[in-house]
T-cell receptor
Framework: KNQVEQSPQSLIILEGKNCTLQ??????????LRWYKQDTGRGPVSLTI?????NTKSNGRYTATLDADTKQSSLHITASQLSDSASYIC??????????????FGTGTQLKVEL | DSGVTQTPKHLITATGQRVTLRCSPR?????VYWYQQSLDQGLQFLIH???????AKGNILERFSAQQFPDLHSELNLSSLELGDSALYFC????????????FGNGTRLTVT
């Protein structure tokens, strides 16, 4: 069964600190891996998309890495801010032969940034 | 603002009833996806349409159906509602069929009583 597992489930850090979130997946073959940020009660917002041939992608203070051999990805947040408090979701895309695609979502890491 | 509009924002209805959720994709986007998010659960893929045609189905119940109209807006119909159908239902759109970012609406919160 194709799965996407994230760790930790939740994390509390102090403002200004860095943190790294992990994603392990078994989806194969996959087309791209995405990280989304979801604020409570809102729709997810895309942070990064990486194809299997990319191993790092940055978006401001967010840097995602991908190791397609070990099927692991990480999201590193630098100099955290209170507004970073949200759920961070790892998503693996499988593009189907008929032209559609199936996105498999992890259950997310709930990050809380405190003063 | 993602540019994806979902209506209504909240819906409260009784078991056994039928509801329709509506989604207007971002201008220029041809793909529309529907997802269900139950309390403390990850997003579950329901169905994907591209330019009016169904492209992929996830774990969508037979009581649920969807369509994408010629103007590209989409509707998700939920019938014979059960308590367990209470969830946030998200619509997302993208310009293509899998390589581009998905833009999510802010969801419709369905409560079945």
């Amino acid at each position: 069964k194709n799965q996407v597992e994230q760790s930790p489930q939740s994390l509390i850090i102090l403002e200004g600190k860095n943190c790294t979130l992990q994603c392990n997946y078994t989806v194969s073959p996959f087309s791209n891996l995405r990280w989304y940020k979801q604020d409570t009660g809102r729709g997810p917002v895309s942070l990064t998309i990486m194809t299997f041939s990319e191993n790092t992608k940055s978006n401001g203070r967010y840097t995602a890495t991908l190791d397609a051999d070990t099927k692991q990805s990480s999201l590193h947040i630098t100099a955290s801010q209170l507004s970073d408090s949200a759920s961070y979701i790892c998503v693996v895309t499988l593009i189907l032969t008929g032209g559609g695609n199936k996105l498999t979502f992890g259950t997310g890491t709930q990050l809380k940034v405190e003063l | 603002d993602s540019g994806v509009t979902q209506t209504p924002k909240h819906l409260i209805t009784a078991t056994g009833q039928r509801v329709t959720l509506r989604c207007s994709p971002r201008s220029g986007d041809l793909s529309v996806y529907w997802y269900q998010q139950s309390l403390d659960q990850g997003l579950q893929f329901l169905i994907h349409y591209y330019n009016g045609e169904e492209r992929a189905k996830g774990n969508i119940l037979e009581r649920f159906s969807a369509q994408q109209f010629p103007d590209l807006h989409s509707e998700l119909n939920l019938s014979s509602l059960e308590l367990g159908d209470s969830a946030l239902y998200f619509c997302a759109s993208s310009v293509d069929q899998g390589a581009s970012p998905l833009h999510f609406g802010n969801g419709t919160r369905l409560t079945v009583t």
